[in-house]
């Protein structure tokens, strides 16, 4: 499961995912993996892009939750849509996957407390409480995927609910479930039973 979580979110990117297509061997088709593991791949126009700078935001600190039932790819792929999105901006994020081996890069108090938009793009019950007085934007795990740049813009704006917890630690929050309809809701129940 780990592998194709992997390879799902590498293939997100286009300059790595053209690179495997135009590989003429095997081995040339592996040696593109390893290095994208390796973090060592670099595209073709790389070095154009790398001239061109994100505009200055070093002040501005996004923080993201994602998680689908099964947290094999979607989970991934969502992380890696935000964080490129944001980069391109010249945004730091941190995201936290809520994938089939738990979370992990949990988000801190101290970081919710310092953050400027927050994002859950989740399709089952993540940890909501921590976000009690927060504007959050809340929705489906495929918005992460592709509708990140919009997320962000949202995010940024303040215009998101401010997120009250029920008492349960689940994303029904009074004015976040505003944005959340019935059908979501229950469709987040059931999955969230389904991955369990």
């Known amino acids: 499961l780990t592998i ?7 293939i997100m990117d ?3 995912k053209e690179a495997l297509i135009a590989a003429k061997t095997v081995e040339e088709f592996r040696s593109l993996i390893d290095a994208k593991e ?3 791949f670099t595209a073709p126009n790389a070095a154009e ?3 061109e700078s994100a505009p200055a935001a070093d002040h501005i600190q996004i923080l993201a939750v994602t998680a689908c039932p099964t947290g094999i790819a979607h989970t991934f792929m969502a992380a890696e849509s935000l964080e490129q999105h944001a980069k391109k901006r010249g945004i730091s994020i941190k ?3 809520n994938g089939s081996a738990g979370a992990k890069n949990v988000l801190t108090p101290e970081e919710i407390a310092a953050a400027d938009g927050i994002i859950v793009a989740a399709d089952k019950n993540v940890a ?4 009690d007085g927060h504007r959050v934007v809340i929705t489906k795990v495929a918005d992460g995927i592709n509708k990140a740049d919009e997320l962000i813009d949202r995010a940024l704006a303040g215009s998101a609910p401010i997120y009250h917890a ?3 630690d689940t994303a029904e929050g009074a004015d976040a479930s505003e944005e959340e309809s019935l059908g979501r809701q229950i469709y987040k129940h059931l999955m969230n039973g389904v991955s369990h």
């Open 38 to 40: 390796n973090g060592t």
């Open 128 to 131: 909501m409480s921590r976000f």
């Open 49 to 51: 892009e790398s001239t």
């Open 95 to 97: 995201v936290e996957t």
């Open 14 to 16: 286009p300059d790595f």
């Open 166 to 168: 029920s008492g349960a």
């Open 4 to 10: 194709l979580s992997s390879l799902a979110t590498m």
